[in-house]
């Protein structure tokens, strides 16, 4: 492979040089770093790229489908009870979610109690979710939205299936870490390419999508990027998801083509009841806490850094 074609810069997470490459897929090309394990998509889609993904997934596609299918909230649902049994059985005061989407994790800790704010980067669902929590949705990024809001500080940040979205995990993560208070609690769910998943599938694996998925990281290299952006990791668990049959089999259509065409002569068939019927599933995402780090740390690397994180 012509040298031109590696990625031209750093890993983000320990800053290593050295690319393998894995697999090609619509034009771009997943590449791992050789020191860390990180996976990331070369080259790096263009914000325009990223702007024009988005808005035709909002108005077909994976965001349509969630955003037309609000009586599935069984696996946020599940979060959220975790997130409050963490919290010593009670909603936490307040509560950010980037990538809030229509606010549907958001209205189970409103439900419960919590002041709820949520950042969406697609403006109809930001729209959606706006109105059912009192205009605490900010249409933008995390760093738009910390610029705006300079000093405020929230008790717990939830980013759920985010991370592997973001073109600058290192500023987002950092970001967050300005935004969480000090004694705050962090919930990442992302996928993870340490799972039985990602090696039984390889280039199968549902989380490859070049453009929505731009890096991918293992339960390893994301304790090192949450370490080097001053949090802590405290648990990470593989991530079973709870969704209702019908929703599972719509997704199908986009995820998993081969699934879809075995489901589609019986699923529509069900009786609403089943339909209906929630199922753990699990294809190979881990949820992830960690708690904000303040003072003086050494890094993992071996330059011997010292980074100053309050
Ligand atoms: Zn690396």
Known sequence: MPPDEYPAHSCPVCEGHTWQPLHRKNGFRYFRCTSCRLEITWPLPTEAQI???????????????????PREDSVHRKIAEWVISLNGGKAPQTILDVGCLDGRLLDIFKEKGATTYGIEIQSDAAAIAGKK????????????????????????????????????????????????????LLV???????????????????????????????????AMLLDKCGFEMTECKNH????????????????????????????????????????????????ATANPVSGYKRTLDSKGKYWLYT
């Open 51 to 69: 702007a024009d993904y988005y808005k035709s997934q909002t108005e077909k596609a994976s965001y349509a489908v969630r955003v037309n299918y």
């Open 133 to 184: 929590h009192d205009g605490r949705i900010s249409n933008g990024t995390i760093e738009q939205f910390a610029e705006k809001n300079e000093g405020q500080r929230f008790d717990v940040v939830t980013a759920i299936g985010v991370i592997e979205h973001v073109p600058d995990p290192v500023s987002f993560l950092k970001t967050i870490r300005r935004l969480i208070s000090s004694d705050g």
């Open 188 to 222: 990442l769910q992302t996928p993870n390419t340490s799972s039985s998943l990602h090696s039984i599938m390889g280039s199968h694996w549902p989380p490859y999508v070049p453009i929505e998925h731009i890096y991918l990281f293992s339960a390893r290299n994301l």
């Open 240 to 287: 079973w998801k709870w969704l209702q049959i019908e929703f599972f089999y719509l997704m199908t259509e986009l995820f998993m083509p081969f699934a879809y065409k075995l489901l589609r002569p019986i699923v529509p068939r069900l009786p609403e009841a089943v339909k209906t019927m929630s199922v753990p599933l699990y294809s190979g995402e881990m949820l």
